[in-house]
């Protein structure tokens, strides 16, 4: 080759090099706000499900609560009842 088309595909090979330079770091900035974005998105997304699923076990653990209430002062009644059998038959 001669030296004018040296010269011509140095420079064109520059541009080209320097484009995509330039292409990649603009993609590597969209990438990292994109990446923010998501971590963000999870973020929230995580807080959320811990408020919610927080109120759910509360009122669960409630329910449950109130539903053995009866059961556990029946079995103190019992306890109390044998007790008193016990002791009668001790006398």
Known sequence: MNTANEQRLLVT??????????DLA???GSTN????????R???SADQMEKTLGGSAD????KMKAM????LAGGAV??????????????
């Open 13 to 22: 090979l520059e541009a080209r090099v320097a484009k995509y330079e330039k």
């Open 26 to 28: 603009k993609a590597r």
């Open 33 to 40: 706000d994109n990446f923010r974005k998501i971590e963000r």
């Open 42 to 44: 999870t973020k929230q």
């Open 59 to 62: 009122a669960v653990s409630g």
């Open 68 to 71: 053995l209430a009866p059961f």
């Open 78 to 91: 019992l306890a109390m009842a044998t007790a008193f059998k016990q002791i009668s038959t001790s006398v």
